[in-house]
Nanobody, 126 residues
Framework: VQLQASGGGLVQAGSSLRLSCAVSGRTVRSDTMGWFRQAPGKDREFVAAIRPSGGSTHYGDSVKGRFAISRDYDKNTVYLQMNSLKPEDTAVYYC????????????????????WGQGTQVTVSS
C-alpha cells in the first residue's frame, strides 16, 4: 500500500493550493480517507476526512469553510483544496487511509488510520 502526497509549496497568505494523494494498494472508494497536518513542535492535527458510504466530509474547526476534501475514483486519488490560506496553515500535510470502516466519532483520531503518506510541506507567508 502506498499513499503519495504532492502539491505542497510556498505561497502567500490568501492564496490557494490543491494537494493530491495518489493511492495504490487500496481504493479511495472503500476507505475512509483523511488529511492531517503537523507543524514543528506540535501534535499531528486532523484536517479533513471523507467517508466511503455516502461520501460525507468532515473538517477540523480551523479549516472549516476554507478547505475541501474530494476524491476521484478513476484516478484513485484524494484531494485537499485549500483556499484563503493563512500563515498558521503552515505544516507538513499527510494523507491517510483507514481500512476498517471507522465509526464517525473516531475519524479525527490519528490512531484510526492504518496507512500514511510521506507528507508534503505547505508554507504560507504573511
Amino acid at each position: 500500500v502506498q499513499l503519495q502526497a504532492s502539491g505542497g509549496g510556498l505561497v502567500q497568505a490568501g492564496s490557494s493550493l490543491r494537494l493530491s494523494c495518489a493511492v495504490s494498494g487500496r481504493t479511495v472508494r472503500s476507505d475512509t480517507m483523511g488529511w492531517f497536518r503537523q507543524a514543528p513542535g506540535k501534535d499531528r492535527e486532523f484536517v479533513a476526512a471523507i467517508r466511503p458510504s455516502g461520501g460525507s466530509t468532515h473538517y477540523g474547526d480551523s479549516v472549516k469553510g476554507r478547505f475541501a476534501i474530494s476524491r476521484d475514483y478513476d484516478k484513485n486519488t484524494v484531494y485537499l483544496q485549500m483556499n484563503s490560506l493563512k500563515p498558521e496553515d503552515t505544516a507538513v500535510y499527510y494523507c491517510a487511509a483507514a481500512n476498517n470502516r471507522p465509526i464517525l466519532s473516531t475519524i479525527r483520531d490519528v490512531r484510526t488510520y492504518t496507512y500514511w503518506g510521506q507528507g508534503t510541506q505547505v508554507t504560507v507567508s504573511s
